[in-house]
């Protein structure tokens, strides 16, 4: 099974930045999708940012502009950069992947990391 473990986070005050990191302990190269993900106190969790294998990425309307996701295969990690942090991005940000190429097929993952805690204060 893949494991990820996420990396990064901290306290900062609004209007700074943060990069997260999410170290895969095996290739990422065949992932179709590796996705950033965010649960707040009290709400459900959300998706932050998503990039598919082929590079494409996805956002959520609030971290547009200010959010950008990245994979380097080689190193078998994947990236979040946060701009202008507000403290309504204060959360505990998870790395998913969801599944993997074999062969003409797809092995579902659903792999989950543990978590790294983003404080933003204003």
């Known amino acids: 099974q893949l494991r990820l473990v996420e990396s990064g986070g901290g306290l900062v005050q609004a209007g700074e930045s943060l990069r997260l990191s999410c170290a895969a302990s095996?290739?990422?190269?065949?992932?179709?999708?590796m996705g950033w993900y965010r649960q707040a106190p009290g709400k459900q969790r959300e998706l932050v940012a998503k990039?598919?294998?082929?590079?494409?990425?996805n956002y959520a309307d609030s971290v547009k502009g200010r959010f950008t996701v990245s994979r380097d295969n080689a190193k078998n990690t994947v990236y979040l950069q946060m701009h202008s942090l507000k403290p309504e991005d204060t959360a505990v940000y998870y790395c998913?992947?969801?599944?993997?190429?074999?062969?003409?097929?797809?092995?579902?993952?659903?792999?989950w990391g543990q978590g790294t805690l983003v404080t933003v204060s204003s």
């Open positions: 990039i598919t294998i082929a590079g494409d990425t």
């Open positions: 095996g290739s990422i190269f065949s992932i179709n999708a």
């Open positions: 998913n992947a969801d599944q993997r190429r074999v062969g003409l097929g797809w092995e579902l993952l659903d792999a």
